[in-house]
């Protein structure tokens, strides 16, 4: 599936669900596929919209274009002026590695009336090293500066102005305003790419980073631990257990490519291959059996055996439907997949709500993400998505011509347009790399270090799922004082479930949901104002018992800042 044709898969899948929440019937979006809108668009940019930059991919560097595209890394092929900088980034007075984001403000914007949501992706995604250094070449102009490091960290955000052939320095010392780490949580990434997945090594994904730089990268976003997961084969295991440090444990595991779904083999050293068969031996039977085969040879050689984007848009890498009643042959299963939204008509929203009946047949199966990334940087979406803003464009300058040949088409883009576009600009700037979802593991702070900080110990909490998943708040429930994962036992239905909620987060929140096998028990406004770079939303709850046998949390104020927490399950005596 091409990128563009995802896109559009994702978008119109997205667009129904929001029809569907707003009680809002649309025959035309219902009906609607992304092949047919894939050549709606070859029609338009062919006749309309085949412009003089996209012919020869020229900007003008004063920001008066349209579209104001970079490309790799923010660097641009045909020899703009460029200027230098310089950014320190420390903790504690300690260099750290950190996310930086720039993003270029154009002639009509200026540093305090910048909005990042604005039709444009101007974002260049970089990170400091190891050291909290970073040194890199930038295209003149003027820039907002945004500097972060997950989910315990203060965003902090800077202008500047790079001139040619000058350098800028900036230095930041970041507020770590909770150290959960210190409390028994640590943060990391369960589903990456690197150069290993790319034809270099038999693959067939376009990725050109080596595990180091994943790994710094993942470090830049707060992670303490992190799996590399490629595809095919199990070539990048030293070099990722090289990366091994006092505050990063990397946990070595393989993507296991299977023509029904895509099997995550954690902690195994040994290269599990999942038997394709030819045609004719292509039976129900042979294909159970083989995926039973596989998740039995990662465990035995004490790995984890986890299912993954179960409800993807293509068949070969979604869980079959006809297998659903085997999924408790997984330990895990990955809800939220970095490469889409988590929003209603998502393959994510499919996966949860899969998930979701899981829990109320009984079978919990626990929760986690995983970024899938191929591209740190994340610009091959946003080039991608500045060329479907260029469409919009010419669309809207010849709606009343296209709408006489392809009416459909025409208002299902433009309905694309006006209703999901600015949260998916906004969702690509905020996600789309290293740990963008993230899953949060609790672990006994009471055990030693070495037992706590090892590949063996996390898949453990994995299983149990002591977990939260996140792409940025953190929420921490105790029912009357077990975590997720654990069990509360109460007499009757009329007993009370002492709720304390810790909930912080360094961007807004809106609402924060309880929620059971029977949907949404309680929804609660949060309002709050920011103090020391944070908003605390904790909060004591009380809640009756009722029939409920589990009971998870999540909060949000939209795609872009959200969290749902594995369940605290309920027994009776």
């Known amino acids: 599936m091409s990128k563009e044709s995802k896109f559009l898969s994702i978008a119109i899948g997205l667009l129904q669900g929001l029809n569907k929440d707003e009680s809002r019937e649309d025959k035309i979006v219902e009906s609607m596929d992304a092949d047919k809108m894939c050549k709606y668009i070859e029609y338009v940019n062919e006749h309309f919209a085949c412009s003089e930059n996209r012919r020869t991919n020229e900007v003008d560097y004063a920001g008066k274009n349209d579209r104001n595209r970079f490309h790799r890394n923010g660097l641009v092929p045909n020899g703009a002026p460029l200027g230098n900088l310089f950014v320190e980034t420390r903790c504690r007075g300690k260099g750290t590695p950190a996310q930086v984001k720039l993003f270029k403000l154009l002639e009509n914007e200026d540093f305090d009336s910048f909005n990042r949501v604005n039709g444009k992706i101007t974002m260049i995604r970089d990170i400091t090293g190891f050291d909290g250094c970073l040194s890199r070449k ?7 500066i945004e500097v972060s490091k997950g989910s315990e960290y203060e965003i902090i955000t800077d202008n500047l102005t790079i001139a040619a052939d000058e350098y800028t320095k900036k230095e930041y010392e970041l507020n770590r305003f909770v150290n959960l780490e210190g409390e028994g949580w640590m943060a990391g990434e369960l589903h990456h790419h690197s150069i290993y997945s790319s034809p270099v090594f038999g693959g067939d994904d376009d990725v050109v980073e080596t595990p180091e730089q994943i790994a710094n990268s993942m470090m830049a976003m707060g992670l303490a631990y992190g799996a590399l997961s490629d595809h095919h084969n199990v070539l990048n295991h030293a070099a990722w257990k090289a990366n091994r440090r006092n505050d990063f444990v990397p946990i070595v595991s393989k993507e296991i490519s299977t023509s029904n779904g895509h099997v995550m083999a954690m902690g195994v050293a040994k290269d599990v291959i ?13 294909l159970r059996n083989e995926f039973v085969r596989i998740t039995d040879e990662i465990k035995e050689n004490g790995g984890l055996a986890q299912i993954n984007h ?38 994510n929203d499919a996966a949860r709500l899969l998930w979701i009946s899981l829990l109320k047949k009984g079978l919990f199966l626990p929760a986690t993400t995983g970024s899938d990334t191929h591209n740190i940087c994340a610009d091959d979406y946003h080039v991608l998505f500045d060329e479907i803003m260029e469409t919009l464009d010419a669309i809207d300058k010849n709606v009343d011509e296209l709408n006489s040949k392809y009416a459909d088409e025409t208002h299902v883009m433009l309905e694309i347009g006006s209703k999901l576009l600015p949260i998916l600009e906004k969702w690509a700037e905020t996600s789309l790399t290293s740990g963008c979802v993230r899953t949060y593991v609790h672990f006994d702070s009471s055990e030693e270090r070495d037992i706590t900080h090892s590949q063996e110990y996390i898949l453990d909490l994995l299983r149990n799922g002591n977990s939260f998943l996140t792409n940025g708040p953190i929420l921490i429930p105790k029912v009357n004082g077990k975590l997720p994962g654990e069990t509360v036992k109460v007499k009757a239905a009329d007993s009370k479930l002492t709720i304390d909620i810790r909930l912080l987060s360094n961007r807004r929140l809106s609402k924060l949901k309880i929620c059971t096998e029977n949907g949404v028990r309680k929804e609660i406004p949060l309002k709050g104002q920011k103090t020391g770079g944070f908003f605390d939303y904790s909060m004591n709850l009380t809640e009756a018992a009722l029939d409920d046998n589990y009971m998870y949390f999540t909060a949000e104020l939209d795609c872009t800042n959200m969290v749902i927490t594995n369940p605290v399950l309920i027994r009776r005596n």
Do not use: C, H
């Open 138 to 144: 930038l295209p003149v102009g003027r820039y907002v």
């Open 274 to 286: 999942y038997a394709i068969p030819e045609d004719k031996d292509r039976t129900d039977e042979y």
């Open 310 to 347: 179960p409800r993807d848009l293509q068949r070969s890498i979604s869980w079959n439907p006809d297998f659903y009643d085997m999924l408790d042959i997984f330990e895990t299963m990955e809800i939220w997949n970095g490469s889409n939204p988590m929003m209603s008509g998502s393959t």
